[in-house]
DNA sequence: GTGCGGGTTGACTGACCAGTCAATCTGTCG
DNA sequence: CGACAGATTGACTGGTCAGTCAACCCGCAC
């Protein structure tokens, strides 16, 4: 039964109920003040069901960021592969994690606050997966300075996680309300990191 | 006896080692996952003492990022009081900042990963706190903006959370091991952080 | 229609831990 | 010295919750 499509569909979709429902629950609620019965829930399902498709609550956020980060290094390799200036290719990264958070706010609410600056408890886990974005951002800096497109004296780790961390404070202005993240806001925002960080790195004329 | 000088003496330092201790559990441990008596441990006090000083496990934390956090904000306008250019004026905030890091790491970690990241807990709490950082922050860059040292094309709090938030992404490379954080290294950041920063906000020729 | 097997249910358990409190200690003052 | 006050102790309580499990449901195969 679980073997047949029609069958697998369904569990499949039941499992995604539950880790659509812990989104919610966790955005609103933080994971852990959140009970593993809210969660149930908000999927209007029983308690037990959650442990069916998932082995505990740390799995299921576990599963909503390796889902979704997985998914943005893709984008970032696919970016870097691309024959493009620096810059475009920071402003495409840039762009990517801008329109996760339009497309789901509470989602990147979720992988932001509980996973990525959360390095005590899930950081900890993540820090590899979270490291190899690090990682690639810098190898795109790297680049860049050998092409002498940007200037050589700052390292490419650092210019990573420089950038990274503009755009993940700016991202958590948004969710806490420090910031306006209207609609023209966001786009606003993905020209102004670049903007601003290219800006230093940048070894055109200055 | 409380009123007698050697006994509250006596007392503030009761209460100090046991702030201190906190710190060190807080960091090894994190907050979320340390007990109260995981600090009277460290402490060497008895459990019930802790509540002898401090009215629950999060007064403690609060206690901790309060202090330092006040500090920091006294700081940040004693600069902006001086006749500074504004890139001088980040490079002294930049610089306190790492400094209050290489001073007492153990402490940054906690208030950084314990607070500042944790706007879900204890963020909460403290976001108007925060703000009030960003807020200094955006007025330096408001002032450079209007005597035409910085470009007028970005919003002062959008560039102050820039600002910051690329600060306490090193800092978070540091603590996490994830980027060198050698002595020479902190000195090198101050110098590269405002470096990166300002030369995509300087409206110097381009 | 009978039986199988996975999906689904929710009451229950065991562990954990923040915070309380009554008892004890200690140093000071009259 | 006696007694008082605040400091210190640590056993105990109450509540919470992640995870378990035995029972039940339901669609399918034969």
């Given at each position: 039964m679980a073997a047949s499509p029609r069958n697998s569909t369904a569990a499949a979709e039941k499992r995604r109920l539950i880790l659509d429902a812990?989104?919610?629950?966790?955005a609103r609620q933080g994971f852990h003040t959140c009970r593993v019965?809210?969660?149930?829930?908000e999927a209007g399902v029983a308690y037990g069901l959650v442990y069916h498709y998932f082995r505990s609550k740390d799995?299921?956020?576990?599963t909503l960021f390796l889902e979704?980060?997985?998914v943005m290094?893709?984008?970032i390799r696919e970016v870097d592969a691309q024959p493009l200036p620096a810059r475009e290719k920071l402003e495409a990264i840039a762009s990517f994690i801008v329109e996760s958070y339009r497309h789901d706010p509470e989602l990147m609410k979720v992988i932001i606050v509980e996973v990525t600056r959360a390095a005590n408890s899930f950081g900890q886990t993540h820090l590899g997966k979270i490291r190899e974005?690090?990682?690639?951002?810098a190898a795109v800096v790297r680049r860049a300075q050998d092409e002498g497109e940007f200037r050589s004296d700052i390292s490419p780790l650092f210019a990573a996680m420089t950038f990274y961390g503009a755009i993940?404070?700016?991202l958590t202005g948004w969710i806490f309300d420090a910031l306006p993240g209207a609609d023209a806001d966001l786009d606003e925002a993905k020209r102004l990191i670049v903007e601003?960080?290219?800006g230093g790195l940048d070894s055109s004329d200055r």
């Open positions: 812990a989104v919610r629950v966790f019965s809210d969660i149930a829930d799995e299921v956020l576990d979704r980060w997985n290094l893709e984008a974005a690090f990682d690639l951002i993940e404070q700016v601003t960080i290219c």
